[in-house]
């Protein structure tokens, strides 16, 4: 499973409210992503790192933020939390080996936005 | 114009049926493609990454037309167990962060 964790797995919060998504991963990959998931729309990147306190905005970065202190935290913070932002989160590393790339994923956080 | 499309099915197909999965992508700088499937409420696991001499793996036959930016993925004798839905991804190169389609769901029936 590529050493990835993600917590919490499940969480309900209320409009307004700050949320922080934390991936955890344990062999020191460079790249982490976060994407969230959402029906009709299949897996849409939020925001990538690339190293420590390396990142950049991916295709719907509006309403979150991201951080990366150390190469195995990367942390995705919604800083106020809105119903549009119900969704499964998932984060990713890549991983080059053999000259090809592959992406592991966590097994998701399903937040529910009330 | 998304930047991979896929039709979403369903896909219901037999037992032991063949069935076959198309996928094109608009940025002709794209590099690296893959096949991802995703079980219900899972994360996506790479299931091949796509050549283009075309490359197979067991059941498991992927294309990709660079001229017509076309991939395709083929499941011969198809078992329940491939239940599940097909994404295909491309990146630019290396680490440039995955695109993925919205997936096409296989539902194989007894």
């Given at each position: 499973?590529?050493?990835?964790?993600?917590?919490?797995?499940?969480k309900?919060?209320e409009?307004?409210?700050p949320?922080?998504?934390?991936?955890?991963?344990?062999?020191n990959?460079?790249?982490?992503?976060?994407?969230?998931?959402?029906?009709?729309?299949?897996?849409?990147?939020?925001?990538?790192?690339?190293?420590?306190?390396?990142t950049?905005k991916?295709?719907?970065?509006?309403?979150?933020?991201?951080s990366?202190?150390k190469t195995?935290?990367?942390?995705?913070?919604l800083?106020?939390?809105?119903?549009?932002?119900?969704s499964?989160?998932?984060c990713a590393?890549?991983?080059?080996g053999g000259?090809?790339?592959?992406?592991?994923?966590?097994?998701?956080?399903r937040l529910?936005?009330? | 114009?998304?930047e991979?499309?896929?039709?979403?099915?369903?896909f219901?197909?037999?037992?032991?049926a063949?069935?076959?999965?198309?996928?094109?992508?608009?940025?002709?700088a794209?590099?690296?493609?893959?096949?991802?499937?995703q079980?219900?409420r899972?994360?996506?696991?790479?299931?091949?990454s796509?050549y283009?001499?075309g490359?197979?793996?067991?059941r498991?036959?992927?294309?990709l037309?660079?001229?017509?930016?076309?991939?395709?993925?083929?499941?011969?004798?198809?078992?329940?167990?491939?239940s599940?839905?097909y994404?295909?991804?491309?990146t630019l190169?290396?680490?440039t962060?995955?695109?993925?389609g919205?997936?096409t769901r296989?539902s194989?029936i007894?």
């Amino acid at each position: 499973d590529a050493g990835i964790t993600q917590s919490p797995r499940h969480k309900v919060t209320e409009t307004g409210t700050p949320v922080t998504l934390r991936c955890h991963q344990t062999e020191n990959h460079r790249y982490m992503y976060w994407y969230r998931q959402d029906p009709g729309h299949g897996l849409r990147l939020i925001h990538y790192s690339y190293g420590v306190k390396d990142t950049d905005k991916g295709e719907v970065s509006d309403g979150y933020s991201v951080s990366r202190s150390k190469t195995e935290d990367f942390l995705l913070t919604l800083e106020s939390a809105t119903s549009s932002q119900t969704s499964v989160y998932f984060c990713a590393i890549s991983v080059q080996g053999g000259g090809n790339t592959e992406a592991f994923f966590g097994q998701g956080t399903r937040l529910t936005v009330v | 114009r998304k930047e991979v499309e896929q039709d979403p099915g369903p896909f219901n197909v037999p037992e032991g049926a063949t069935v076959a999965f198309n996928c094109t992508y608009s940025n002709s700088a794209s590099q690296s493609f893959f096949w991802y499937r995703q079980d219900c409420r899972k994360e996506p696991k790479l299931l091949m990454s796509v050549y283009s001499s075309g490359n197979e793996d067991g059941r498991f036959t992927a294309q990709l037309n660079r001229a017509s930016q076309y991939i395709s993925l083929l499941i011969r004798d198809s078992k329940l167990s491939d239940s599940a839905t097909y994404l295909c991804v491309v990146t630019l190169s290396g680490n440039t962060p995955l695109v993925f389609g919205k997936g096409t769901r296989l539902s194989v029936i007894a």
